[in-house]
């Protein structure tokens, strides 16, 4: 039996999802297979290998070791990863994630300094959780301290 990489990836919006991108070693041979894109998918084939310990010593290769190992339902799939530790979670999550701090943390007074600090804190409270903010949370904490003011 053999295994091959499998690599999509999604480039799509990440609005409303996110975290999708993974890496699987699959059952069989990826001779003749060829990397495409498809709508919103990418993906890439990185070799067949004789035994699953050959694929996982590439994979870690081409990946590093910082990788999930959520599970797959998919017979034909051996082992799924996620590349790095953290889960991404959407724009629109993240936004939510961070909104729920601005009210304490944010008022007329603050300065772009303490707006600094305070993306510093809301990414690291979410690696904390396990979890990788996306978008321009930097400028979420601007736009809600103009609304402040405006008002």
Known sequence: MSFYILE?????????????????????SCEGLEDYT?????LRYHGTFDTVES??????????????????????????YKVGSLVEISISASF?????FLKDDVNVN????????LVTKYELEANDQGLELLGDVEQWI??????????
């Open 8 to 28: 999509s990836i999604y480039n799509g919006s990440k609005q409303y999802c996110a975290d999708l991108d993974h890496i699987e070693i699959v059952k069989g």
């Open 38 to 42: 498809c709508n919103n998918w990418s």
């Open 55 to 80: 694929a996982e010593k590439r994979l870690k290769e081409i990946f590093g070791y910082d990788v999930r190992d959520p599970d797959s339902e998919d017979d034909n799939v051996f082992l799924t």
């Open 96 to 100: 939510d994630f961070v909104y729920d």
């Open 110 to 117: 603050t300065t772009d300094e303490d707006i600094d600090k």
């Open 142 to 151: 601007k736009d809600y301290r103009q609304e402040l003011i405006d008002e």
